[in-house]
T-cell receptor, first 116, second 111 residues
Framework: AAGVIQSPRHLIKEKRETATLKCYPI?????VYWYQQGPGQDPQFLIS???????DKGSIPDRFSAQQFSDYHSELNMSSLELGDSALYFC???????????????FGQGTRLTVV | GEDVEQSLFLSVREGDSSVINCTYT??????LYWYKQEPGAGLQLLTY?????DMKQDQRLTVLLNKKDKHLSLRIADTQTGDSAIYFC???????????FGKGTRLHILP
């Protein structure tokens, strides 16, 4: 079965550089979430999109921006990278047909960003 | 505010049952989850429970929810070495809402 695809899986950037992480949700899923998990930390919610509109915002730095495109894939853009941005970045997608009560957010395998 | 608390470590002998506990503060949480994360890997949804349920069982996994005390537990029967991982308790308000994670409980299996 198709899962959430994130690319790249690993990324090494230098301080002050920019990075773009991509997320391809499960087909027909309309909601995408981004999480940041620092070393030894729990995942922290960054931002989410529903039907291409930002639906919620968490602890996302101003240096980061994200969007969801017409094909529902999403990109997280990170500028002026800092050493503290080194983390595992997860994307999750969700999509429930109307009338259902079940919910399940599926997570991708994550992109490991290392800032040196 | 939203907060999920869980103990950081648990050691269990192989073959015994593991019980991982979690408390949450927001009574309007509708969905409660257990995720498993193995070293260097992604987040795997193990199971979830709706706030109007008391218990859910799925093979070796049993989830108990005490909504009055805002307490959630995950019982893993016949714990195996492959169960060694970090287990995150998590909550969300609704289908489209963000998921709030606890700090995670590292389960260590003793031979």
């Amino acid at each position: 079965a198709a899962g959430v695809i994130q690319s790249p899986r690993h990324l090494i950037k230098e301080k002050r550089e920019t990075a773009t992480l991509k997320c391809y949700p499960i087909p027909r899923h309309d909601t995408v979430y981004w999480y940041q998990q620092g070393p030894g930390q729990d995942p922290q919610f960054l931002i989410s999109f529903y039907e291409k509109m930002q639906s919620d915002k968490g602890s996302i730095p101003d240096r980061f921006s994200a969007q969801q495109f017409s094909d529902y894939h999403s990109e997280l853009n990170m500028s002026s990278l800092e050493l503290g941005d080194s983390a595992l970045y997860f994307c999750a997608s969700n999509g429930v047909p109307k009338g259902w009560t079940n919910t399940e957010a599926f997570f991708g395998q994550g992109t490991r960003l290392t800032v040196v | 505010g939203e907060d999920v608390e869980q103990s950081l470590f648990l050691s269990v002998r192989e073959g015994d049952s593991s019980v991982i506990n979690c408390t949450y503060t927001d009574s309007s949480s509708t969905y409660l989850y257990w995720y498993k994360q193995e070293p260097g890997a992604g987040l795997q949804l193990l199971t979830y429970i709706f706030s109007n349920m008391d218990m859910k069982q799925d093979q070796r996994l049993t989830v108990l929810l005490n909504k009055k005390d805002k307490h959630l537990s995950l019982r893993i029967a016949d714990t195996q070495t492959g169960d060694s991982a970090i287990y995150f308790c998590a909550e969300s308000m609704g289908r489209d809402d963000k998921i709030i994670f606890g700090k995670g409980t590292r389960l260590h299996i003793l031979p």
